[in-house]
Nanobody, 123 residues
Framework: VQLQGSGGGLVQTGDSLRLSCLAS????????MGWFRQAPGKEREFVAA????????LYSDSVKGRFTISRDNAKNTVYLQMNSLKPEDTAVYYC?????????????????WGQGTLVTVSS
């Protein structure tokens, strides 16, 4: 089972990026999915989550209104559209698959983790 995150890079304040997470080895169409991030010197934190059907989403207060999580179960892929990026969004972003079908912000609910993709936002 592998979650492969991609789409990170170096951007400027106000730019947009879209992260993708492709799952392989098994299907996650019945699992909630999420994105977390870890900035240098800080603990990993919740960013966004989506339920198995995509109808329910959760966001951290710091990204609400700027980031959008979505999924394409046919492609076994989850996305994170990030708009109006700020320097404080700089972090390694991890996608993860939950053991539950609903959207969750608890890291302990997520069993499978991607390797992380780096997003750097310059001021």
């Amino acid at each position: 089972v592998q979650l492969q995150g991609s789409g990170g890079g170096l951007v400027q304040t106000g730019d947009s990026l879209r992260l993708s997470c492709l799952a392989s080895g098994r299907r996650f169409s019945n699992n909630g999915m999420g994105w977390f991030r870890q900035a240098p010197g800080k603990e990993r934190e919740f960013v966004a989550a989506i339920a198995w059907r995509g109808g329910s989403t959760l966001y951290s207060d710091s990204v609400k209104g700027r980031f959008t999580i979505s999924r394409d179960n046919a492609k076994n892929t989850v996305y994170l559209q990030m708009n109006s990026l700020k320097p404080e969004d700089t972090a390694v972003y991890y996608c993860a698959a939950s053991v539950y079908s609903y959207a969750s912000r608890r890291q302990g609910d997520f069993r499978y983790w991607g390797q992380g993709t780096l997003v750097t936002v310059s001021s």
